[in-house]
């Protein structure tokens, strides 16, 4: 079997997922907004690194955030295609 891309990894997973949300549920999740010192961490961390000055510490917080943030955003646009169909049906 070939190996399967990140891409193709992630929509394996979470469209199998995606199908068990109520429209209530993908609505909440596509307008899901993180703390505001989630947000306020990773801007420092981003900037820090934008200048060069992230500790190693700090360089493995700021790649989970990175991470994390990520992964919500997938799960954001998901939740959007997902309410997009079924507005359709």
Excluded: W
């Amino acid at each position: 079997m070939p190996s399967l891309s990140a891409f193709e990894i992630t929509n394996s997973v979470l469209d199998p997922f995606m199908e068990c949300l109520t429209p209530e549920v993908a609505a909440r999740v596509a307008s899901f907004q993180s703390a505001p010192t989630a947000q306020l961490r990773l801007d420092y961390l981003a900037d820090q690194a934008n200048e060069g000055l992230l500790t190693a510490e700090e360089q493995v917080e700021y790649e989970s955030y990175r991470s994390v943030f990520h992964f919500v955003t997938i799960l954001q646009s998901k939740a959007r295609a997902s309410l997009k169909r079924q507005a359709v049906e």
